[in-house]
């Protein structure tokens, strides 16, 4: 049996997300994962599966698939390389190293330094990590559907999912872990922020595409095209997947506020989910028929992320609400 990296993590319920929604909010708490967020379920299973021989790995990301990244590969005693933009916060760069990563900066956004990676992996040798595009780390994602299916026990079950999506690599995870516990019936809310909104505008457009560039400061969320497994899983009528957007502001806003209530800094990229408890859009589905009413309990996955701290918020704050 080999070992996992991940931790079997919290199912909280918040009550006071709970009288929001009008019914119980579960948390199913990733920020809890040794690296920060869900990432390294996927990246764990991806590097047992590929990386036993490997001379090094090599992972383009946003912050927290690097995260994931150089805690498996120290575990496994591997070099790690993690190519990030140049928008990502010094402090997930000085997180990234003490994690034991080479970090290099490349390019604008996730896109660009991921054509570094390609480049590493393939001159240098290097086990490429994909941050969300790849069927293990889809296996591997799988594994929180189990968990919270396990804590909630056999005669319960979400009323809905809801999630961040950046390339679509949690989503996609989401899913198999769906059919892996016989609850496809069960709907996925798919958040994104506007001008990070790759799956939104594929929904919408009928087809994958690639925004011109990622004006949204949820860094984490900024591929500038989803994978094509996400978009073929929101068309294949076997579930329902809601996309929406909201904006920097509202996803800001629910970081302070779920900071405020359930004590916990997340990032932006968590931001996004949080926002649709927040803002309201559960409700405004529900009467608009997209979710049944009365709702059955709703899974929010709190999917945490490094890219933050104190100081880091303030700036967003600066930036996004004064
Ligand atoms: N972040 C990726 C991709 O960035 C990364 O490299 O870390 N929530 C958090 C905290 C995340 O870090 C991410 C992805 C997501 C949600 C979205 O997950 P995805 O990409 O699997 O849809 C560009």
Redesign the pocket.
């Known amino acids: 049996m080999s070992q996992h990296f991940h931790l079997n993590t919290p199912l909280l319920e918040s009550v006071s997300m709970s009288k929001r929604v009008g019914t119980t909010v579960y948390l199913k708490m990733e920020n809890c994962q040794p690296s920060g ?1 869900f ?1 390294i379920r996927g990246i764990g299973h991806l590097c047992q599966q590929l990386a036993g021989q490997s001379r090094g790995i090599v992972c383009s ?6 995260m994931a990244a150089a805690y498996v590969a120290r575990r496994m005693g591997l070099p790690a390389t993690v190519v990030v933009p140049s928008s990502t916060p010094q402090l997930v760069v000085q997180r990234l190293q003490d994690q034991g990563a080479a970090v290099r900066i490349v390019g604008k956004v ?1 896109d660009d330094a991921n054509a570094e990676a390609l480049r590493l992996a393939e001159t240098e040798g290097l086990t490429l990590v994909p ?2 595009d790849h069927p293990l780390l889809w296996q591997g994602h799988a594994s929180l559907v189990a968990e919270a299916a396990a804590a909630l026990g056999p005669d319960r079950k979400p009323g809905a999912i809801l999630l ?8 996609c995870g989401v899913v198999h872990g769906l059919r892996d516990v016989g609850w496809m019936d069960v709907p996925i809310i798919a958040m994104e922020t506007v001008g990070a909104d790759c799956f939104n505008t594929a929904i919408k457009a009928g087809k994958v595409v690639t925004l011109e560039d990622i004006t949204s400061e949820a860094k ?4 500038k095209t989803v994978c094509q497994a996400a978009f073929d899983f929101s068309q294949s009528g076997e579930l329902n997947i809601i996309s929406d957007l909201v904006s920097d502001q509202e996803a800001l806003k629910a970081v302070c506020t779920f900071l405020d209530e359930e004590r916990v800094l997340v ?1 932006m ?2 931001g996004a989910a949080l926002a649709a408890v927040y803002s309201g859009l559960i409700a405004r589905l529900q009467n608009q028929g997209g979710l049944p009413t009365p709702l059955g309990p709703l899974l929010v996955v709190v ?3 490094s890219g933050i701290n104190m100081e880091q918020l303030d700036s967003l704050r600066q930036k996004l609400l004064s």
């Open positions: 967020s990432k990301s946003g912050g927290n698939a690097g996730w941050p969300f961040s999506v950046g390339g679509g690599g949690l989503l984490c969320l900024g591929a990032e990229a968590c999917c945490g992320g």
